[in-house]
Nanobody, 124 residues
Framework: QVQLVESGGGLVQVGSSLSLSCSASGRTFSTYAMGWFRQAPGKERDFVAY????????YYADSVKGRFTISRDNAKNTVYLQMNSLKAEDTAVYYCAAAQKAVVITRAVEYDYWGQGTQVTVSS
């Protein structure tokens, strides 16, 4: 069982930066691939970024490629999402998720554990 807690959301202006964190419980954090998803009101939960258990493999949605960076610190059981050049369309609740899979996974159904989400609002 893994418990995930996101933090770092807030209200920022277009063009600014924000960093999200996701802390995980448990002693086997490095065996979990991690993902970030987001869900805007009235829309489906969309994939944002993926990172492998070792941190060596990453993958991004086209909409955030070049602006967002996912990373992890396995010693701290934490995964991060650095978001730069934020746009109004990045406004959403951001969720981190965990899965014990060794392949890149971008579908929400492939993830086993989810955090409660953190709101990111980008104001123009």
């Amino acid at each position: 069982q893994v418990q995930l807690v996101e933090s770092g959301g807030g209200l920022v202006q277009v063009g600014s930066s924000l960093s999200l964190s996701c802390s995980a419980s448990g002693r086997t954090f490095s065996t979990y691939a991690m993902g970030w998803f987001r869900q805007a009101p009235g829309k489906e939960r969309d994939f944002v970024a993926y990172i492998s258990g070792s941190g060596k493999g990453t993958y991004y949605a086209d909409s955030v490629k070049g602006r967002f960076t996912i990373s992890r610190d396995n010693a701290k059981n934490t995964v991060y999402l650095q978001m730069n050049s934020l746009k109004a369309e990045d406004t959403a609740v951001y969720y981190c998720a965990a899965a014990q899979k060794a392949v890149v996974i971008t579908r929400a159904v492939e993830y086993d554990y989810w955090g409660q989400g953190t709101q990111v609002t980008v104001s123009s």
